[in-house]
C-alpha cells in the first residue's frame, strides 16, 4: 500500500447500506515543500537560488523584489547579480541611493569594494579618494578674470556635462568675452556631496563638506554639477542639474550678475525684494522717474533704451514690477535670446565684481551657526578680500 498520506478524504454514505464512497477533492500529496519556500531557503546560502528568484520577480515585473534577490546573491558573491543590483536600483532609486547601498555594505562586510569596477565607481561617483582636481579642465578668458569660478562634480554625468558646458561657454559669442575663468573641475564624492535627486525640486546638496576647497581655493563663487532637479543660484553657488545646457547655465550665471527671474518669485522672496524704490540690473519695483534715474546712474547708462515692460515677478505680494526691456529674455524663458542692453548689463555687473557676493561669506555664515569662530574669522577675510562690503563691515564691527 502506498504511504501516501492525503489531508482531505471525505466519506460520504453511498445509496447501499454500509458502503461509503471516498471523494478526494483536490487533495495534493503533502511530500514536499512549497518549490518557492525551498528555493528562498536555498537563497540564504546559494547565489544561483538567489539570482533564480530575481529573475522570476524580474519576468513578474516585480521590480523590487526582484532589486532584493539581485542583492541578496550579491552579498553571496554572485559578481552578475551586484551587476543587475546596481542597475536596477539605479532605474528604481537613483544614483545616490546606489552607491549609499554599496558604501554600507562594504562597511558592513557584506561586499568586496573590489567587485565594483572603474566604471561603475564613476558612474556613481564612488572615486575611491578625497576631492581631486581633474588637470587641464579649466578655463581661462583672454579678457582676464574679474570673476572666478570653481566647478564642482560628484558623478562622471557631471564631469562629461562640464566638458560640454565649457566648450559651449568658449564658443559662445557673448560669454567666451566676458572676464570670466573657471578652475579645474573638482571631483567629490558624491556620498559626501550628497547632491538631492527629486524632480520638481531645487537640487540641495551638504556644501560644508567643501569647506575645506573654500578656504583654500583661489575663487569666489561654486559650479557645482550634481544631483537631479531644478537649478539655482544662491549665496554663490551656482547649482546645475548633470543634464544642464549652456542656456540654463547663462541663466543662472545671470543672477550671479544680480539678474532676477521675470516670472513669478516665491512669496517670500517677492517680499522680501519687491519694495517700490528698489530696482536690481534688469527689474524696477515701480515705474517712477525717480527709480528710474537712480538704476541709470548706478549703471552708467545713458538717456534712451529702456522700454519698462510690466512683469510677473512679484505676483505673490500684489506689486507690480517691471522689466527694462520689451521682449521676453532668458530671465523669463532662458533659451530665449539676449537683449543687447542686458548685455551691456552683465559687462558693467562684471567691472565691480566686488559687489556680487563670494561663497566664502555664506560658508562664514555657516561656521558662525557651528560656532566656529576661527573658521569663520578666516572666511571672513577671504570674503573681505574680495572687496565684499559686508564682509569688511562685519570684520570691523567684530
Avoid at 553571496?76 to 537613483?94: F, K, S, V
Wanted: aromatic content about 8%.
Amino acid at each position: 500500500m502506498s504511504s501516501i498520506r492525503f489531508g482531505c478524504i471525505i466519506r460520504l454514505k453511498s445509496q447501499l447500506a454500509g458502503f461509503f464512497a471516498l471523494l478526494l477533492l483536490g487533495c495534493t500529496p503533502q511530500t514536499q515543500p512549497d518549490r518557492q519556500q525551498q528555493l528562498m531557503l536555498q537563497a540564504t546560502t546559494e547565489p544561483a537560488a538567489a539570482m533564480q528568484l530575481a529573475r522570476q520577480r524580474l519576468a513578474g515585473n516585480e521590480l523590487t523584489d526582484a532589486l532584493r534577490w539581485f542583492r541578496q546573491a550579491a552579498s553571496l558573491g554572485d559578481t552578475d547579480g551586484l551587476n543587475h543590483a546596481i542597475q536596477l536600483q539605479q532605474r528604481l532609486e537613483g544614483r545616490l541611493a546606489t552607491a549609499k547601498w554599496l558604501e554600507q555594505q562594504a562597511a558592513n562586510e557584506q561586499l568586496n569594494p573590489a567587485a565594483i569596477n572603474s566604471e561603475q565607481r564613476a558612474t556613481l561617483g564612488l572615486w575611491r579618494s578625497a576631492p581631486v582636481a581633474v588637470a587641464a579642465s579649466g578655463y581661462q578668458a583672454t579678457t582676464g578674470c574679474n570673476l572666478t569660478i570653481q566647478p564642482v562634480a560628484s558623478q562622471q554625468a557631471g564631469v562629461g556635462r562640464w566638458q560640454h558646458l565649457k566648450a559651449a561657454w568658449a564658443a559662445d559669442g557673448l560669454l567666451s568675452q566676458l572676464p570670466v575663468c573657471f578652475k579645474d573641475l573638482l571631483k567629490v564624492n558624491a556620498t559626501e556631496l550628497n547632491c538631492s535627486e527629486q524632480a520638481g525640486t531645487r537640487i540641495q546638496c551638504d556644501y560644508p563638506v567643501l569647506t575645506e576647497q573654500v578656504v583654500a581655493g583661489e575663487f569666489s563663487q561654486l559650479l557645482i554639477i550634481a544631483g537631479q532637479g531644478v537649478a539655482s543660484y544662491n549665496n554663490g553657488i551656482i547649482q546645475l542639474p548633470d543634464t544642464a545646457s549652456l542656456a540654463l547655465l547663462q541663466h543662472e550665471f545671470m543672477h550671479v550678475l544680480g539678474f532676477i527671474d521675470e516670472y513669478p518669485l516665491a512669496k517670500a522672496a517677492a517680499a522680501q525684494l519687491c519694495q517700490p524704490g528698489n530696482y536690481v540690473a534688469n527689474l524696477l519695483f515701480d515705474n517712477s522717474p525717480a527709480t528710474l534715474a537712480a538704476w541709470r546712474q548706478h549703471w552708467h547708462l545713458p538717456v534712451g533704451g529702456v522700454e519698462l515692460t510690466a512683469v510677473n515677478t512679484c505676483q505673490e505680494t500684489g506689486q507690480q514690477a517691471y522689466r527694462v526691456v520689451a521682449k521676453i529674455n532668458p530671465m523669463e524663458s532662458y533659451q530665449t535670446a539676449m537683449p543687447e542692453l542686458y548685455q551691456q548689463l552683465m559687462v558693467r555687473a562684471l567691472s565691480n565684481p566686488e559687489n556680487i557676493m563670494p561663497v566664502q561669506y555664506y560658508f562664514a555664515y555657516l561656521a558662525r551657526q557651528q560656532q566656529a569662530w576661527q573658521q569663520w574669522h578666516t572666511l571672513m577675510q577671504l570674503a573681505a578680500g574680495h572687496g565684499y562690503d559686508d564682509a569688511v563691515n562685519a570684520l570691523q564691527h567684530l
